[in-house]
């Protein structure tokens, strides 16, 4: 009886302990509940219509809307348009008792703690409900960074129960099948996918509702963790999570075993992912490039938000008001497309039964070019597809143990291929593959068994490559048709050659008095080719000329009537300030000297090297050419990345061996028709956010770059340019001036009218992707009939709003005194007249070319 006595008072204290215990918990638990209650739970009104974030939207001249900014650009779906599959497959594995318990599953909750917490199993599963995943979507994740481990205790408790709550809340006010439907509709599959419809989209190319059943668990699996179970980047891992969902749809008797056996072992088919990009629509290239812009604008601390932030153009609603005309747009992309087909049929012609990597190459560029072609087939799709899916799980595990070391395709060939980690490295260090500073680091990871297994996992990978980019198959390929593709059998190889020997071109036409860009295209179709010819650096050639006539007129007092022999010139070194090491004795572009007499007229319009070389000679330096650059809105002082200077101290800048973009070519050409007075092209007139506010102002910086009577000398310089024969077939009053580089790798057009200037360059994105002769590959050719089919189109559309009846000022005063030098500007050299016809004469025959081609001479 005593010890009965002494257990009960045991026993009996234990138990009033726990009972304390349970009091105060409870009391917490309870506190913590009416807190989590208190907070910014979701009302039913923000449940119903939930705030996805605000769309910025880009708006034309004329208030038009041409593009817009989103996170999510979902299609929410109602449940009925869910397909019975899909809803099957995410009650068995997410939450089996969906339709039996009100927002908290509590008996999932007691094997949860019993499993997980109490027995120490993997098998416990999760507590989460259909609903409260919901909620959780609907909050954003507190941060925890800075909390210490009991202030994230408390917070995360916070979170759940308001998880609880909400769950509960949408229970009561929704139907089961409106809250499967909310859940689907909210939930983020990564890659641009919002929604389950977006999903289906992007993932397989299918609508919802024509998704297998094996498609549809691979879904489901992507619920748990989309970035773990992305079947494009880790195929292995979604393969096996889809199975297990296809095994909690068999658990349930959503399909029998035979159905689960034979679904189980069919391979993921992800030919059909594609994420959504920008190229649909008008100006895919400009809205590409304002994002950029954008971005970086946000990112200074002038513009950024009133709490300190920077603004989200996907998120903060912006309003970004720019000065691109959608008629100017659309005749420019027409324009570029109709010439540039063409133009792209004679390059396979001419490039027929010859290799691209030897033809008219030594060793050591048939090594670049071998490496520039590899690096787009790096770059492909279907190559990271196969690459992420071999290579994943190794990447993953050398990652895991070597978190500095990168994993890209070109890095891992090159660390496979090491076999003298001494020597090879070092190999692979002057290369600039990997940096010196990684060489300690990069020999411990050779030496290491997990990069063994990546090395062996890299065979198999290669193997599998060799296969898939040397087997036929049918695929989409870039085309100049209406749709921009077409269907062609061909090797994925042979799909990224055909791809990469595509010529491609920018163009951007601007208002010269306000400095607004009207229209601007960066390629021949962004799709296929999202690479920006706009912002490219490409070498000028005799663009550049009239800069180099204009310092030579204005600052070197020489009359555009004075007349210089047709002969080679040559700068030595020790002549005047140019600091030469060698001598220079450049030829014309023909490679030809007439000998002939030429004023400055004459030799502007033949595009005369040897009469440019020979005004350097007078002038003494570039440095004036130099400086009219730099008033022109191309900073002298600007470097390459390298540190080379943007604009050379060397008398072979006079020729265009310079590397400019098309925009700045534009800026710069804008003072002929304005008076000789810079301003700086824009492409936005301001930005306000979502309450109305401006909170950036485009003002271009204006500066007078030439004295205006010099500045009319060049404007009917190059009016001169395309007079007569060489005009563009209009009404306006044009000038222009044609640009051709060292083996015809680009070709350039310098539009001016009154109100417009146009800048239009063609070439390859390598500079072997070109045409061998001058006929065929100087800007006469490859660019001025883009910018005369431009011109030509607005002309024709009485909506345009362009006004070819404008003309320059007729030159008057000291203007005419200068320039009164007709009889020597008439007078053409009877050589060069000749010469020129006949060019005109053979270039094409009339089988092989259009006849909007024989227009253009």
Known sequence: MERLKKLFKKYNSKFIYLLWFGLIAGILTLAVFLYAASQDIPSFSQLENPDYDSASIIYSENNEIFGTYYI??????????????????????????????????????????????????????????????????????????????????????????KEWLTSIRLEKQYTKQEILAMYLNKFEFINGAHG??????????????????????????????????????????????????????????????AAYDSLKVIPMDMTGFKRETQSEGIAPYFRSELTKWLKNLLAKEDYKRPDGEAYNIYTDGLKIYTTINLTYQQKAEESVKEHMAGLQERYFKRW??????????????????????????????????????????????????????????????????????????????????????????????????????????????????????????EMMVFAYNEEGEELKTMTPLDSVMYHYQHLQAGMVSMEPGTGYVKSWVGGVGHKYFKYDHVNSRRQVGSTIKPFVYASAISFGNISPCTTYEDIQYTIAPGDAL??????????????????????????????????????????????????????????????????????????????????????????????????????????VTRIEDKNGKIIYTGVPKRKQALNPTYNAVMVDMLRNNVGGNYGL??????????GTTNDYADGWFMTITPELVV?????????????????????????????????????EDPESGYDPELRFPEPKGAVFNLIDCTKFKDIKPEEEAAQRQQEVEVLFDEEEFDEEFDDDF
């Open 72 to 161: 999510e650009n979902r299609l929410p779906v109602n449940f009925e348009d869910i397909p019975t599959e899909l809803v099957d497959a995410l009650i068995s594995t997410e939450d089996a008792r969906f339709f039996k318990h009100t927002g908290v599953d509590f008996r999932a909750l007691g094997r949860v703690a019993v499993k997980t917490v109490l027995l120490g199993q993997d098998s416990g599963g999760g507590g989460s409900t259909i609903s409260q995943q919901l909620a959780k979507l609907l909050f954003k994740r507190p941060d925890l960074r800075g909390k210490n481990k009991i202030s994230k205790i408390i917070t995360l408790v916070q979170v759940k129960f």
């Open 578 to 683: 140019f600091d030469l090491q060698d001598e220079w004795s450049p030829a014309n572009a023909n490679e030809k000297f007439t000998g002939n007499p030429y004023n400055l007229y004459q030799g502007l319009l033949y595009s005369k090297n040897s009469i440019t070389v020979r005004l350097v000679k007078e002038m003494g330096s570039v440095t004036l050419i130099r400086d009219l650059l730099d008033n022109a809105g191309i900073d002298k002082e600007k470097t390459h990345p390298n540190g080379e200077p943007i604009v050379p101290y060397v008398p072979s800048l006079c020729l265009g061996a310079l590397d400019l973009t098309v925009m700045e070519m534009v800026g710069a050409y804008g003072i002929w028709p304005n008076k000789g007075t810079y301003v700086e092209p824009v492409f």
């Open 759 to 795: 800048g239009t360059w063609v070439g390859g994105d390598d500079k072997w992707i070109r045409f061998f002769t001058l006929d065929e590959g100087q800007g006469f050719v490859m660019a001025r009939p883009i910018a005369k089919k431009f011109i030509n189109k607005l002309e």
């Open 196 to 257: 389950i419809y977006a999903a289906a989209d992007t993932y397989f190319g299918k609508h919802l509702d024509s998704l297998k059943i094996e498609e549809n668990a691979v879904l489901v699996g992507m619920l748990k963790n989309p970035s773990l179970y992305n079947p494009v980047r880790f195929p292995e891992k979604a393969f096996d999570r889809r199975n297990v969902v296809l095994k909690q749809m068999e658990r349930y008797g959503k399909i029998d075993q």
């Open 729 to 738: 077939g209009g009404a306006s009053d044009v000038g222009g001036k044609t």
């Open 352 to 473: 027929k039964n010859k290799n691209i990597f030897t033809y008219e190459a030594e060793d050591f560029q048939e090594e670049i070019r071998r490496e520039a072609f590899d690096r787009r087939v790096r770059n492909s799709e279907r190559y990271k597809g196969i690459y992420f899916s071999i290579m994943g799980e190794s990447l993953e595990k050398l990652k895991s143990k070597f978190p500095k070391m990168r994993t890209g395709p070109l890095m891992i060939r090159s660390m496979t291929e090491v076999t003298d980690p001494d020597k090879d490295l070092k190999k692979l260090s002057r290369k600039t593959i990997v940096r010196s500073s990684e060489i300690p680091f990069l020999k411990k990871v050779l030496k290491s068994s997990t990069f063994k297994e990546v090395k062996d996992t890299y065979e198999t990978f290669q193997k599998e490559y060799e296969k898939q980019f040397n087997t036929e198959i």
